[in-house]
């Protein structure tokens, strides 16, 4: 039996057993890393020199490029590492840190998403009002309130998580230190006195059905004004702003909510690795594909900004 105040790391779990696997795995990371990077920071790039690109809609999607960006960041360098050294380790400090940035940026990404569906809201919705509901200082007000949160759940959790006696091991089923991984570790009553801290910070538990419900009602009211719109070319511009959006928000929740919120029963180490794999690493590398896919604009400010660098280049 261990007391956390003896653990000074705790041990990942491992992609592969052998390091030829090992080493297909550090690979095949890198290659989605390198994507997620050359992806996110292109948007960013696209949306800060392009001013065509500042509206509301680009502004919270430079947000979310930025945020995906920390989110990667925070897991696979670590993976990446474990899996080129063959080593399993990381220290307590950098776990508390890892979890930390990770639940800063998934609780931010969450609020910035739900903010993005209010976006699409009123401009398919109320587009007399657009300019008045989301004006300069009303999208900042948003976005720093996404990140606030984010910021304030992951303080709470994070010292909550490591300040509960472990008493079962150091070792994490999981690529990276999470919460449900830790709470695992510790002590029965801990993880009772965990449970009733979620549940007593119901502020935070309303705020997230508050934000689930009113993504589904934005986008029960979205598609009927759509479908009300007489133009196909109309029907198709307006689709083409949401369906990237809609994909996005229900990968992220239905992956994470899996992921916190299944039975025990089939909780398994390759379930788990698999879903936190869709909710921490997807997203951020296949976001910047899904918001560029469909939107016309976006795909010819990167167009002009590869042609740009490619013509300074020669």
């Known amino acids: 039996m261990s007391n956390s105040s003896s653990i000074t790391q705790f ?28 992806g996110n920071s292109l948007i960013i790039t696209a949306i800060a020199c392009d001013h065509r690109l500042h509206t509301p809609m680009y502004f919270f999607l430079l947000n ?17 590492a474990n899996s080129l050294w063959d080593n ?11 979890l930390f940035l990770l639940v800063f940026f998934i609780i931010a990404e969450f609020y910035l998403l739900t903010v993005m569906a ?57 690529f990276f230190c999470e919460i449900p991984q830790i709470l695992k570790l510790s002590c029965s009553d801990s993880y009772l006195r965990e449970v009733g801290l979620v549940v007593v910070s119901a502020c935070l538990v309303v705020g997230f059905l508050g934000c689930f419900v ?13 479908l009300r719109i007489p133009s196909e070319q109309g029907r198709h511009k307006a689709f083409s702003t949401c369906l990237p959006h809609l994909s996005v928000v229900s990968l992220y929740i239905s992956t994470g909510l899996f992921a916190y919120l299944k039975p025990p029963s089939i909780s398994s ?22 918001y560029s896919m469909r939107n016309q604009e976006l795909k010819d400010a990167l167009k002009k900004l590869i042609q740009s660098a490619v013509f300074q280049q020669q």
């Open 64 to 80: 979310l490029s930025f945020i995906d960006l920390g989110s990667i960041s925070t897991t696979l360098p670590k993976a990446m």
């Open 11 to 38: 041990l990942l779990l491992a992609f592969a057993d052998t390091w030829e696997l090992q080493l297909l795995t550090f690979w095949l990371l890198l290659g989605i890393y390198l994507a997620a990077l050359l």
């Open 88 to 98: 399993r380790a990381i220290s307590y400090q950098g776990c508390v840190a890892q």
């Open 214 to 226: 009113f993504l589904v009602v934005s986008y029960v009211q979205i598609f009927r004004a759509v």
């Open 118 to 174: 209010y976006d699409r809201y009123v401009a398919i919705c109320k587009p007399l009002h657009y300019g008045t509901l989301l004006g300069s200082r009303a999208c900042v007000h948003m976005a720093a309130a996404a990140w606030g949160s984010g910021f304030l759940y992951a303080v709470l959790h994070t010292a909550n998580t490591f300040s509960l006696p472990i008493c079962k091991g150091n070792a994490l089923d999981q």
């Open 269 to 290: 180490p390759s379930l788990d690795l698999v879903v936190s794999f869709l909710y921490s690493v997807v997203p951020p590398a296949v976001n910047p594909l899904i």
